[in-house]
């Protein structure tokens, strides 16, 4: 009994120790509304990559279902591709958007608009289909 006592009161120095000996880092979460309801305005965002590439996967498996959404994995990804994109601040970058079962250019590699991106997404297909060839696609 003595010796789990022992054990435990080193733990929990241990533990409180480290939590007051480590360092403290501050971290904003920025969110959708921030940016939509200029809480956050572009001028405040450090752009940190030049570059987003999505590679999408459209093979047979994503046409399972979502959690527990009732929709299948590709609808649940296009709705929220499409969400993002509604208010995601231009800072200036490429992106570009393939998807990688059955290789297809949606938004080739060219600087970010919105508007073409939402265009883009709205051709991507409504049922995924074939296997998932990701080795290929990277």
């Known amino acids: 009994m003595k010796r789990k006592s022992k054990i435990l009161t080193a733990t929990m120095v241990g533990l409180l120790g480290g939590v007051v000996a480590s360092p403290v880092l501050a971290v904003e979460i920025i969110t959708r509304d921030d ?31 979502f959690a ?22 231009d800072l200036g970058y490429n992106m570009g958007i393939y998807t990688y079962t059955g290789w297809k250019e949606i938004y080739p590699m060219q ?8 265009a883009a997404l709205d051709t991507l297909p409504a049922k995924g289909s074939g296997p998932t060839p990701l080795r290929v696609g990277l």
């Open 35 to 65: 940016i939509v309801n200029n809480v956050v305005t572009k001028d405040q965002l450090v752009k940190v990559a030049d570059n987003a590439v999505l590679l999408l996967d459209t093979s047979s498996s994503s046409n399972d279902q």
């Open 68 to 89: 527990n959404t009732g929709q299948p994995i590709i609808q649940a990804m296009k709705n929220e591709l499409k969400a993002r994109n509604s208010y995601l601040p």
């Open 111 to 118: 600087p970010y608009n919105r508007d073409k991106v939402a």
